[in-house]
């Protein structure tokens, strides 16, 4: 049974005699007029947009700061992943056990910002080394599962089930505005400050989901108790479940490919293509407004094809766009127009498939199971992104980077093969409702230069891509 909200999500709407909402606030989301959501909402939007700082900051202080090589872009970038591998089935189930998920997520915030924090002050002090990167990629990625497996919980205890699917459309809303916002942000403050100082910016930004975190108090799930099979429990729903578990391969095989690519975006971009980080910074984040545009269309979309056959679809634009990375040659202003397409098209594809896969994973898997089917979820999703970066790395060393984005960019595609025999292209919502209905418009942003982050896409692939948590975005 799902708890009830707590008094804290009370609404904050003004009203009029008549009981309509006073305008400017009849302009609000409903959702975001609820004290309790507007400050996990704020929390999240923040830590988001540091996220998408991070997500050109980092690779371009081992490019630009420790001078690395193709393997260790992509040591680095599988060291961020890595703990969901050896961790997130555990995790899922140690935080079910525990409980207190909103706790646990403000340390791991809290332990986040104290990591990236050191990689400035290590820097200034003349220290900063390779190594310490990996430790900090390393540690934050531990955190990070903590925090991933607690997030479905606390979300569906501020959310009414009626409105899950509009409280998750504004959180990936603010996604999709992150990466137009972040990865112009962040190269232009590697322009301006240097890589390593750059990164306050992420750090800062966890402290500030913490503080928002710390002001609600939403009635959680109670703690389960230990049980025989308690650990297993969502890696056997999802065996068992046709729908998740051909949508986690699908995103298993992208992802491994994508993070062969991702590994070494940053590298090609720099070092190949020539393009400044403040510039490249700047591009990505003007295509980003593709993942906005996704937002707004997926509705009107999945009404359309249905939200399973959305899904289906979105998997293939999101991935198809990273050949034009490779592809890229002749004058900067056409290898930069290039970029902008790859980073548009990805951005696009990514809304589509992470609104739609949430709302179907909203309805298919139970409240009791979330943190444990997101654990088990991790384990191999995210799990299959340290070995592609590493074999991204290791790949570049040996036959070259471009050539090994060409594999990546092909790669990523053939994801869509293991949908479609399943029952995801088929898949409606159940009780008969719209397909569009069940997927609330995300409000438009206004225009500004930003970014999904690299592969365009880097930070689609790195932040958002496919599928962060069953049924619920994580950031």
């Not at 979300?155 to 504004?170: K, M, N, T």
């Not at 109670?222 to 578990?245: C, D, L, N, Q, Y």
């Not at 409240?367 to 999703?381: I, K, Y």
Request: with cysteine.
């Amino acid at each position: 049974m799902r708890p009830r909200r707590s008094q804290n999500a009370a609404s904050d709407q003004a009203s009029t005699p008549t009981g309509k909402p006073r305008w400017p606030a009849s302009k609000i989301p409903p959702l975001l007029r609820e004290r309790a959501f507007r400050r996990y909402w704020s929390g999240q939007t923040i830590s988001m947009f540091g996220d998408q700082v991070s997500s050109i900051v980092l690779p371009l202080v081992a490019v630009l700061t420790l001078h690395v090589g193709p393997a260790q872009m992509g040591y680095l970038a599988g060291l961020v992943w890595l703990p969901s591998l050896l961790f997130g089935l555990h995790a899922g189930a140690w935080v079910d056990r525990r409980g207190h998920r909103r706790a646990t997520m403000i340390t791991a915030d809290l332990g986040r910002a104290v990591l990236l924090a050191s990689i400035p002050v290590c820097y200034a002090a003349g220290v900063l080394t390779l190594g310490q990167l990996y430790g900090v990629a390393f540690g934050t990625g531990i955190l990070s599962v903590l925090f991933t497996v607690s997030d479905p919980v606390l979300f569906v205890a501020l959310v009414p089930e009626d409105r899950y699917v509009e409280g998750q459309s504004l959180v990936y809303g603010s996604r999709a505005l992150s990466f137009v916002g972040g990865p112009s942000v962040g190269g232009l403050l590697v322009q301006l400050l240097t890589a390593p100082f750059a990164v306050i910016a992420d750090a800062v930004s966890f402290l500030g989901s913490a503080f928002f975190l710390s002001r609600i108090r939403p009635a959680e799930t109670p703690a389960e108790g230990p049980g025989k099979g308690a650990v297993t429990a969502g890696a056997r729903f999802i065996r068992g479940s046709a729908i998740v578990r051909a949508s986690l391969t699908a995103v298993a095989t992208i992802n491994f490919f994508n993070f062969m690519f991702f590994a070494l975006f940053v590298l090609y971009a720099v070092r190949a293509l020539h393009v400044s980080p403040g510039l490249l910074g700047l591009v990505l984040g003007a295509g980003a407004f593709g993942g906005v545009l996704g937002a707004l269309v997926t509705r009107r979309l999945a009404a359309r094809l249905g939200v399973g056959l959305t899904y289906t679809v979105a998997t293939l634009i999101f991935t198809a766009p990273m050949a034009l990375v490779p592809l890229a040659a002749g004058p900067e202003p056409v290898i930069l127009a290039m970029l902008f397409a790859a980073e548009f098209g990805s951005g696009f594809g990514v809304m589509m498939l992470d609104i739609s896969i949430g709302a179907i994973f909203a309805a298919v898997i139970p409240d009791q199971l979330r943190s444990r089917v997101s654990g088990a979820f991790q384990a191999v999703n995210y799990g299959t992104r340290p070995l592609g970066a590493v074999a991204g790395g290791t790949l570049g060393s040996l036959i070259g980077i471009r050539p090994t984005l060409w594999i990546a960019a092909v790669g990523g595609m053939t994801g869509i093969l293991w949908l479609l025999p399943s029952p995801l292209p088929r898949f409606r919502m159940p009780d008969g409702a719209a397909d569009g209905a069940s997927l609330p418009s995300v409000p438009a942003a206004p225009a500004q230069p930003a970014a999904t982050g690299g592969a365009g896409n880097s930070a689609a692939r790195s932040a958002a891509s496919s599928e962060q948590v069953p049924g619920q975005p994580a950031r």
